[in-house]
C-alpha cells in the first residue's frame, strides 16, 4: 500500500476545474482550455506522498523549470503561456502556478542517464545492462557512462513505480517516428543540461522528462532539471564507488529508513512525519541547486 498519507483537498477557484492532484501539482482547466498548473510543497519518498511539506519547495521548482526553458528553447518547445495567476486565485500561488498549453501527452518518461547509480545500478549489477543496453564491465556506483544513453519508464499512478522498459517497447506502443523523437531530444536537452551543470560545479547524472504534442508538434511539459526530476551531484565530492553526495530527497529517503523513523518500508503502514531539522535540510538544499545553477540568490 502506498500512496498520500493524507491526500489534501483542492483549492476551489472560480472559473477553474479541478482534473488532478499529483505527488507535487495541482492541475486545473480555465474556460479557455488552457491548463493551469500549481506547484504545491509537497514531497514523496519511497511511493508515498508525506504529511509534510518542504517550504517553498513549490516556487523553487517552477522557478528553476523557467530558467530551464529559457535555456533549451531552441532545441524543443515548452509547454508555458504565462506565470500571471488566474482570476480569483489565492495570493499563495504567486511564483508557483505556470498557465500552459494543453498537450497530448506521450505515455513515456524521458529518461537521460550520464552516470550509473540507482535503479540503473541495481540492474547493472544484475545483468550488465540498463534498461537491456549493454554496458561495459568495471562500472560502480557513480561511475560515468560512455555515452549518455536513453531509458524510458512507463507512467505509473501515484503510489506505483514507473516501469523501465526497453525503447524497443515504447515504439511499438507509440510508433516508431515518436519514439525515435523522444529519445533524440531527451538526450540533446540532457547534453545541453548536463555541459552548463558543469559550468557550475555540478554534475547531472540523471534526469526525466515529460514530453506531450500539440498540433502535431513535440512539446516538453510539466518540471524540467528540477532537484525532484534529477540528479545532481557537486562536481568537486565525486569519487565512484560510493554513494554521492546529492540536492535531491536524499535527506528524507535516509531518514525514513534509518532507525530513527521507526518505519518500515515494507509494511502496509504510513510513514511518520518528518522531523523539523530533516525539513529545514532538505529545504536548504533545494535552495542550494537553485542558487548554484542560477547564479542567484533565492529570496
Not at 117 to 123: D, F, K, Q, V
Not at 190 to 199: F, G, L, N, P, T
Amino acid at each position: 500500500m502506498s500512496g498520500f498519507v493524507t491526500k489534501p483537498e483542492p483549492v476551489q477557484v472560480p472559473g477553474l476545474i479541478h482534473l488532478h492532484t499529483g505527488k507535487v501539482r495541482d492541475l486545473y482547466r480555465a474556460a479557455n482550455g488552457e491548463l493551469v498548473m500549481v506547484a504545491s510543497d509537497r514531497t514523496s519518498a519511497h511511493d508515498w506522498v508525506l504529511p509534510n511539506e518542504i517550504p517553498d519547495k513549490g516556487r523553487i521548482l517552477t522557478q528553476l523549470s523557467l530558467w530551464w526553458f529559457e535555456r533549451i528553447a531552441d532545441i524543443v518547445p515548452n509547454h508555458v503561456i504565462s506565470t500571471e495567476l488566474p482570476a480569483g486565485a489565492p495570493a499563495d500561488w504567486a511564483g508557483r502556478t505556470l498557465i500552459c498549453r494543453s498537450l497530448e501527452m506521450a505515455p513515456v518518461e524521458c529518461v537521460a542517464r550520464g552516470y550509473l547509480t540507482g535503479s540503473g545500478l541495481t540492474e547493472y549489477d544484475n545483468d550488465r545492462t540498463v534498461c537491456g543496453i549493454a554496458l561495459p564491465d568495471g562500472l560502480e556506483d557513480g561511475s560515468e557512462l560512455p555515452a549518455p544513453i536513453y531509458t524510458p519508464a512507463l507512467k505509473a499512478e501515484v503510489g506505483d513505480h514507473d516501469e523501465n522498459v526497453p525503447y524497443e517497447e515504447t515504439a511499438r506502443r507509440i510508433g516508431a517516428e515518436l519514439a525515435a523523437q523522444l529519445r533524440r531530444t531527451t538526450l540533446d536537452v540532457y547534453s545541453r543540461a548536463r555541459d552548463i551543470a558543469r559550468e557550475r560545479g555540478l554534475i547531472l547524472a540523471d534526469t526525466k522528462f515529460e514530453f506531450g504534442l500539440a498540433d502535431g508538434e513535440l512539446v516538453i511539459g510539466d518540471e524540467v532539471l528540477t532537484p525532484d526530476s534529477s540528479r545532481y551531484w557537486p562536481a568537486d565530492q565525486w569519487q565512484p564507488g560510493r554513494t554521492q553526495p546529492s540536492f535531491d530527497k536524499q535527506i528524507i529517503r535516509d531518514w525514513l529508513t534509518s532507525p530513527a523513523s521507526g518505519w518500515d518500508r515494507h509494511s502496509e503502514l504510513p510513514p511518520p512525519a518528518l522531523p523539523d531539522e530533516i525539513v529545514e535540510l532538505t529545504r536548504a538544499k533545494y535552495i542550494e541547486a537553485y542558487e548554484r545553477l542560477t547564479g542567484t540568490d533565492w529570496v
